[in-house]
């Protein structure tokens, strides 16, 4: 939003400096962005006016003038342009001054004869673009004042960033009145009262509205006998410095007003009005309109528009149309000042991509109590401008008038909340001056009424804020919240999630933030059996459900870095899936059954490509590894690794993983081809997906140490031959289980089939530990133990020994 440091003035008295006023504005919660001063550049080019001008005596394009900036000599200047005349009044560029082009002015011979300065064009001052010569002045300029102050360039402009939460902010009046409240200057607001002439109103125009919950308050008034023409200078100058382009006399003062008050409003040419009525519906599908951007436009039936007896004249809110415009032969106009409901207005303007003025305020909520104050004033400047007269009262249609708001705040309580000492007195002087009406006083609170400019305010709290942001930010002392004097311990479960990053991150996996949206189809593949929950207003078709999965993330970073032809990808990412929940948005219920986890993917070459080292394609072994390695860092003992097939894995190479509880923890292994075939993904993906709920609270992240073992080991291989389904993990379980105590532990370290083993067999081989904490076992004691396992390996599992034992004392 820019707002003209001049015309502020007009309102409030500004403090010393423009800085001064940036910083209090600032410090108040509205942002100035930066200080436009399009005068600076400017220095020291005074309007001339030139008395006499003769040909240059050694050059045909030139002349050589003498030139009046009104003091007591003349300034002979050479000039290449011709499009002057003695008497012309321009800008001249005294010796010492600095263009906006970078030019600086200095004295000089041109062809021989000296020149004390340079007449200037309108591109040479920063104007525009385009130049056909000097730019000439209106006769009534006076000499010597500086050019800036001339063409109404002596302002300084503020860029400020209003939150759509403050479309109060959004006129000058508006940040006039935080000037005033800042500063403890007085406001002075308009108080317009328009000379009346002629027919009431309501005799010229009617107004009917058929869609009251969209439009709560629509008014008009008629000026008669208008001159359409181009504003005064003042206006001109005073729209241009907001970046407003300047059409007549009328649009003008609309968008003058819009700029004070915040209040849009817009003026129709009555006699195009078709049975002089004003009917405020919502459109009939199909329905037409050419807006005056000259586009004939298709209406949708939500949208609210402005029609006559006949026909639509206006998008409410948007923009109007270009069948009723003010134009040159216009003589009659009628001016709505309306209050339009936000949603609709956002709907239509976002629906044919219409960002206007108008819309903009609509959108973020526009004072209902400015309708008619705006109304008038507009009104009066009209007839002021063109020469209009203004018919005699008001058209106002409120169909349900709603009372303010009313909020009750406290004194006792802003303490608490703000932790600084606020006088009572200073919160009704602060809350005051920003517009809140004290209706009600109490005992140690008061009620005020609510501005309806203010429609961020509605609670205590908002009260609190305003009493704040005024009596300065800066001016409550940082401190811990009362009842804190000791800050709360780290959950377990950041603790557990850090040692995760740290163990997937040190085997070469890169972490991944992917949207919890994702394609209904990227789930479908994946063979997910619950139904996801879809969105009600999706980004996109591809992210128009909640993830049940992290793996579809993943699987579409793989897709890109493929396309980008990386040759080696793992990546992982920790969040949550989403599932339904039938009982969920109950109370205090999540309306979803968020599942945390953690997923992984690896595929491509192992380690990369080197010229020390044979290319090799990671493999299952990869993906467990890095698991394996999670489960190592969280000191999690005793987890499984099973045979399983869930639909979305390779039933060749796919694993459950489970906890020593039996607790399920997820799966681990390739993605089945029907899966990268759909997808269009390569062969050789290894995925893992684990909940780590159950998984961080069976992490062990306290330090345990064991002292280390006062006697020797003793190592005994074991070489069984089972069948072929058989379980390493089931084989292992039964010597730890029959070795107990002696057998520490049990490391399968060969996998063998082919001859002599017989089909459908395996061989697996043991390196069995052994060792007592209480004396060095003997050679008999280990080898009876040895013999009571491979006679219970045998009998339980139907295992065969294939090989002796040796030992290591």
């Known amino acids: 939003m820019k707002i003209s440091v001049k015309w502020l003035g007009d309102y409030v008295a500004l403090p010393p400096s423009v800085d001064e006023l940036a910083r209090k504005l600032t410090a108040a919660g509205l942002e100035i962005e930066g200080v436009e001063r399009p005068g600076e550049g400017l220095r020291g080019v005074v309007v ?11 050059a045909d394009k030139l002349s050589v003038t003498q030139v009046d900036i009104g003091g007591s000599a003349l300034f002979q200047v050479v000039c290449g342009a011709k499009n002057f005349k003695v008497g012309d009044k321009v800008p001249l560029a005294t010796v010492g001054a600095k263009l906006p082009n970078g030019m600086e002015i200095k004295q000089a011979a041109l062809r021989g004869v000296d020149s004390f300065g340079m007449l200037c064009s309108a591109k040479e001052l920063g104007i525009t673009e385009d130049s056909a010569g000097l730019l000439i002045l209106p006769a009534d300029t006076k000499l010597g004042v500086p050019i800036a102050e001339a063409l109404g360039l002596d302002d300084s402009v503020l860029e400020v960033n209003v939150t759509p939460n403050r479309p109060d902010a959004l006129s000058h009046l508006g940040v006039a009145r935080e000037v005033g409240v800042v500063t403890g200057a007085a406001l002075k607001v308009p108080e317009p009262k328009p000379a009346e002439s002629g027919k009431p109103v309501a005799e010229l125009v009617k107004v009917r509205i058929e869609a009251a919950d969209r439009c709560p308050r629509y008014a008009a008034r008629v000026v008669e006998n208008v001159t359409v023409q181009p504003s005064p200078q003042w206006m001109q100058d005073r729209l241009k410095a907001c970046g407003v382009r300047a059409i007549n006399n009328v649009v003008d003062v609309t968008n003058f007003v819009l700029l004070e008050y915040g209040q849009p409003l817009h003026a129709f040419d009555l006699e195009k009005v078709a049975g002089q009525e004003i009917v405020v519906r ?19 039936a939500d949208d609210l528009v402005i029609a006559d007896r006949d026909r639509t004249q206006a998008l409410a809110g948007v923009m109007g149309g270009g069948d009723s415009e003010v134009t040159q032969g216009t003589k009659r106009i009628v001016i709505e000042s309306a209050h339009f409901v936000g949603s609709g207005v956002r709907r239509s303007a976002k629906r044919y991509a219409l960002h206007t003025e108008a819309s903009h305020r609509f959108e973020r909520g526009a004072d209902l109590d400015a309708v008619l104050p705006a109304l ?11 020469g209009g007269t203004v018919a005699p009262g008001r058209v106002d249609v409120q169909p349900a008038p709603k009372p303010p708001r009313r909020v009750t705040l406290r004194y006792g309580r802003v303490e608490k909340v703000l932790g600084v000492v606020v006088p009572e007195a200073e919160c009704r002087r602060i809350l005051g001056a920003l517009g809140f009406k004290n209706v009600e006083d109490g005992a140690g609170q008061t009620t005020f009424e609510v501005p309806r400019a203010r429609v961020d305010v509605e609670r205590e709290e908002d009260l609190m804020e305003e009493v704040a942001r005024v009596f300065g930010y800066d001016n409550i002392p940082a401190r811990l919240p009362r009842g804190l004097d000791t800050l709360a311990p780290e959950p377990p479960q950041m603790e557990a999630e850090r040692r995760l990053r740290h163990s997937l991150g040190g085997v070469g996996l890169n972490e991944v933030v992917n949207y919890s949206f994702v394609a209904p189809k990227s789930l479908e593949v994946l063979g997910g059996k619950e139904a996801p929950i879809a969105l009600m207003n999706p980004l996109s078709v591809e992210q128009s459900v909640m ?3 992290l793996l579809p993330g993943l699987l579409e970073n793989l897709s890109r870095s493929v396309r980008h032809q990386v040759e080696t990808v793992g990546l992982y990412e920790t969040g949550r899936a989403y599932f339904r929940d039938a009982q969920g948005g109950q109370g205090m219920k999540p309306a979803s059954r968020e599942v945390p986890r953690v997923a992984g993917l690896v595929w491509g070459v192992r380690g990369g490509r080197s010229w020390t080292q044979k290319d090799a394609r990671v493999d299952f072994y990869d993906a467990k590894g890095a698991v394996e390695a999670l489960l190592h860092a969280l000191h999690v003992e005793g987890a499984t690794f099973a045979p399983a097939e869930p639909p979305a894995y390779h039933p060749r190479s796919s ?17 089945h081809p029907r899966v990268t075939k759909t997808l269009g993904l390569p062969e050789g993906v290894f995925v893992f997906e684990l909940d780590t709920e159950p998984l961080y609270a069976a992490a062990r992240l306290v330090p345990q140490a064991a002292g280390l073992p006062k006697y020797p080991a003793v190592l005994r291989d074991l070489a069984v031959v089972v069948p072929m389904e058989l379980r390493n993990e089931e084989v292992r379980q039964v010597i730890l289980e029959v070795g107990a105590p002696l057998v520490e532990d049990a490391l399968v370290f060969d996998v063998y089939t082919g001859k002599p083993i017989p089909e459908g067999k395996k061989n697996l081989a043991y390196a069995l530990r052994y060792r007592s904490a209480e004396r060095t076992l003997t050679d008999a004691e280990v080898t009876t133990a040895h013999q009571r396992i491979i006679t219970e390996v045998n009998q339980r599992l139907g295992a065969a020994r294939s090989s002796s034992s040796c030992s290591t004392p």
């Not at 919502?282 to 949708?300: I, N, Y």
């Not at 008038?376 to 063109?386: H, N, T």
Request: net charge negative; hydrophobic share 40%; charged share 30%.
């Open 655 to 671: 694993a459950q993983v489970a906890l020593a509880d039996g607790t399920v923890l997820g799966h681990v292994g390739e993605l």
């Open 282 to 300: 919502t459109a009939k599908a199909g329905e037409k309109l050419r807006t005056l951007d000259d586009k004939e436009r298709t209406l949708d």
């Open 376 to 386: 008038d004033r507009a009104a009066q400047l009209i007839a002021e401008l063109s």
């Open 48 to 58: 001339a006016q030139i008395r006499e001008s003769v040909q240059h005596p050694n």
């Open 547 to 549: 993830r049940t999965s």
